[in-house]
């Protein structure tokens, strides 16, 4: 044995000393082979591929000569050789070079050694693997912890590497937890941990804190103490980096995090059950609780984001393992500290709209970092507690809804949000709080009324309001105190409709009630915790957990005293939501477990928020004769009682002067204040208020659809204003909801608690909706009538689109709605696209951008920016309008007569083009010309009328359909669709008139050297029947004069050759897709020579990039080689060759590529 000792120090000394990578394999196979030799640790040795020894860490390293401080005395030795382990194998990223060779100095020898690559690298990091395990299985001892110390300061410049030691050195510590509480040398590891939570290095930090847990929960509460103390002082210093803080205040986080840890580990039992059972739960000890409030109360006021989030979590963290009254106590404090140097008496916080600028708030650093452990307590808190100082409370984070800062406004936002629904079951608390938010902000008449009277480059009217940090005027007034309220309301909203869907038709039933235009803004953190439950497969998709809500609640209805922690409380009861299904009835029941609740449980805990709210209304308004007078005349604090029951606080002074509002009132005031931001100067009230608007409305809908009926009556006329503008808007919103509920109505989901009471509900929004559309839509078309092109126009254009779509119109409306909206389309077309041949020849109408008229600023304008003249705004006009049409236009369009759909298929089939990158628009505008276009050839080809206009129309038609063909930025599987659809369009037509076209669109797509120009066939003086497939065409000349073939007059060069201007938009304008400034930026000159630096930057592309063009051309090529083939039978079908002979036409180049392609 002790030869193999002494064998084993040479090795490693040897190993220290050498010089190549052939050496280190030697000696690190040396070392091998005297461990397997060792007693008790063969077992830890098994040959593996025959090459190497793989040590699996059975290896008793308890035994004493299988200790490395053994096996290994010298300190010094054992220090370089733990230095050189972990350097060799975690340093391969910081090697360097010596001439032509990667080198590698060692931090432990001073060593070159290189820096192998491939098969001996492979090796070395087996065989150093190895040897790490065996390091980690070793006990604990004073020599290694040198070794470690010794190792770190080496490799101190390397960051890698001492990240990989700190992360062995915490497991080394985490396998030997047991023995650490006896351990002689703790002030050492003490120090190296401390080192690792003040690195400079992230990673080192994050690492160190992830496992400081389990370690320092091992050590007497003396060692604990002390590691405590110091991190408290690294916190506290002003000295300190923020590294250094930031480290520290993730280790206090740690260590706390331990009591949590062993009171959750008492109970299998889910985290959010409540049992009533004692639990043994260690108290925190004196040292944390004492010192932790000022520590984290000095770093919420770090200006290092990270350090506040961490400041916040620790103290959530202790919160979460101490009794309610510590949670309590320290809610207070942090609302003491918001108060702080903000006001000068609490008597101001009983009226926040009595509060006068200039204001002083926190910073902005310490009001986030206070907010963010205000939500935390509010999580966990039990209601009934706040109730005592609710009006300080809520006043304060209405206060804070003002703060210049928009973070600091988004979280207290986020606070209203969870107190809404923490008060879930207690209606008349959630009405407070509306009540709350909508305090002091009276919406102004005058401004809600007044009429626009613009013209084409004037604003249209706003309100200028002050700014929070002005010196007159009220606090409430400014603009940043609104944009709180309306980031308050956003939220509420979103929970309303949640919790309605939730209760009203069950948990699957609710993704299907889901509007698509705020599918993925509903989602919320609340659906994380669902519960695990075997549910049928239709239902699987878009669950919503509700076990979260009933957790919230269940807290109302149980004592809280100072001697229970949260976690005791969370376990006492557990009010458990089960889905039983019931033949096709799907039920929500409660199971109460391990005792009573102690109260009365609310007659409206099983109805959503607006339900509950609903009856309270009806109570007031006494509308439901079964309630006695003396419940419609109950005040505040006995509905509160009603609610809670017996474990209702005490009545405090403030609940004495509450006066309800119905909710109904309430919530058209807030539809009021949103509009009247709509008209707002400062834009992130009007961004704000778009988001609001759509989850306000469906929120209106679901409680009191009147309330929308009483708007629609009595603002939506011709008289363009702030409340006409919304009235649209709501009646779109209206009809888009309507659309989706209408399929549930005539196909009712299996899920439905009761599907009798459920139809009941959709039908009223459904039959309101539907009754309100013939009264409104001529208002709507008299709105659109107007010269004038801004988005109240739009919006009533796209509102009749809509509405012809999907509701059956009377037949009196339909012709001169319809009539008004295609006016407004092709007008709209011809001012932003004046030059080509579909505004000129096709539409015939005048499209002097003299005419057009739109405002450039404000709520009605259709420009983000200011543009420069007329020209830009109208295509900013035509993006909003297409943006919002192009989802109901297929549906428009197959209702209208042939003869008005083919005069816009051209249009459409530019907007595909123009739109091609953006995927949805592209895509309805394809399919809506693929449905149509089959419409327009059926009535070509069977109709004895005059057709010569739907021959224009396809004609015109199909030269965009080429020209979308060279667009580099079209997708060979976007190509082969558009190919088909020519295909579809081309029957009828006169192959004379289009081949030449989309062969030369085929080639410049292939072939950078050809350019493409749409010809201005048909000639005005021409005979439109030559466009017709019906007349014989006798074959022709190859030799023909191309000059015959007009050219279009307007080409703007691009890539691939010369573009149509029907394709290409002014390059200064902002609506211009990215794809298509692209394209056109890196195109060929008019005689396809390319410049020398194109030259050089194609020479110089990646390989890659280049075997990707080339598959991505092959593909390309053997599309337009079907759809050639295709092409030929069709115009071979009416007279033989003609195919061949207008081949013959091209240029000798182009007429070999296509045949090449043909023959592929």
Known sequence: MTSSTNGLCDCAMALLSAKSSTDEQIMLKSIHRHLSDLTGAAKGFQNGNGNQNHFHGEMSTHHLESQIVVLISDQDVLNKLTCYVFDRR???????????RRVRRMSSTGTTLEASDGHMKAVLNDLLDNIIRWYIHQPLSVQLVHAFEYTMKQVSDVHVVRNRTIIHFMEWLRQNQEELQDFECTQLIQKLIIAALTDVWSAIRNSCAKSLGPIVSHLSV?????????????????????????????????????????ADSRSTTPQFSLHNQSMDIPQVPNFISSEIHNVVFKLLYHSQLTIREHAAKALSTYISCSDVQEAYSTFQQVIQQLLKDVVGSTDVLSSVESIKLPIQFLDAYAAEGLLSVCLSIIKVLPLQMMLSDWLTYTNTFLLYLSHPASTVRQATSSIFRYLVSKCSHCPVLVSLLLQSLVQGWIPNTDILQREEKTTADQSCSSHVRASVTSNKGFLLDAWESREGRLLAYELIMKFFIKNHWLYTFGPAASSQLRRQ?????????????????KIKEH?????????????????????????????QMRRMFYRKVQFKSEGRLRVLEYEKMNGDTGGRISRYSLLSILSQLQNIDCTVNNKNPNVSQQIRNSTFYQKLQDTLGNKTPPEME???????????????????????????????????????LPCLAEVIRWYDIGTLEEIWQAHLSTRPSLLTYAAVMLLQESMLHCIHLTPLLQRPPSTWQHEDSCKQILQKIVSSVTDQIPTCLPSLDKLVQRSRYDRLSVLAATTIILAHAHFDIPSDQRVSQIASVLSYWKLLFGFTHPNTRISKELLQQGTDIRLFSSPFEGYLSCCLVKPENKFQCAKQVEKVFVSASHRALQSFLQKLPVESVCSLMPIVAHYSGLFIEESSICRNMRDC???????????????????????????????????????????VHLVQRYLSIYLTLCKPMNPVKHLRSIFLAICSRVSEGIHFSVDHSPRPNDDLCLLSNDIPIPSTNSSESLSDLDVEDTVIIGSPGHFPESLTLNLSNSSLPSGLISSLSQGS?????????????????????????NEEQSALTQAFGEFLKCLKKICDSSSHGLF??????????????IREIISN
């Open 90 to 100: 975690y340093g391969w990223s910081e090697a360097g070079r010596d001439g032509m």
């Open 222 to 262: 003396v060692e604990q103490e002390k590691i405590f103390q110091k991190l408290v002082k690294l916190c506290v210093s002003e000295t300190s980096s923020w590294q250094a803080v930031e480290g520290a205040i993730m280790g206090i986080n740690s260590i706390i995090q331990q009591y949590t840890e062993k």
């Open 517 to 533: 235009n705020t599918d993925s803004e509903i989602q919320s953190e609340d659906e994380e915790n669902i519960p695990e439950e």
């Open 539 to 567: 239902e699987r998709t878009h669950s919503i957990s509700c076990t979260e809500e009933f957790e919230k609640t269940s807290v109302v209805f149980h004592d809280s005293t100072s001697e229970q922690s949260l976690p």
């Open 654 to 692: 403030w609940m004495t002067s509450v006066q309800l509002t119905p909710l109904k009132q309430t919530l058209k005031r807030i539809l009021l204040q949103t509009v009247e931001s709509l008209g707002d100067s400062q834009w992130e009230l009007r961004r704000i208020t778009k988001q609001v």
């Open 929 to 971: 010309l693929h449905r149509v276009g089959i419409r327009v050839v059926e009535y070509v080809t069977q109709s004895r009328d005059d057709k010569q206009t739907c021959l224009m129309c396809l004609h015109l038609t199909l030269k965009e359909l080429a020209a979308i063909v060279t667009l580099k930025s079209a997708e």
């Open 1085 to 1109: 000159d008019r005689d396809g020579a390319k410049s020398p630096s194109d030259k050089d930057s194609e020479s110089s592309d990646w390989d890659s990039w280049d075997e990707d063009n």
């Open 1140 to 1153: 061949e002979a207008e081949l013959k036409k091209l240029e000798t180049r182009e007429r070999s590529l």
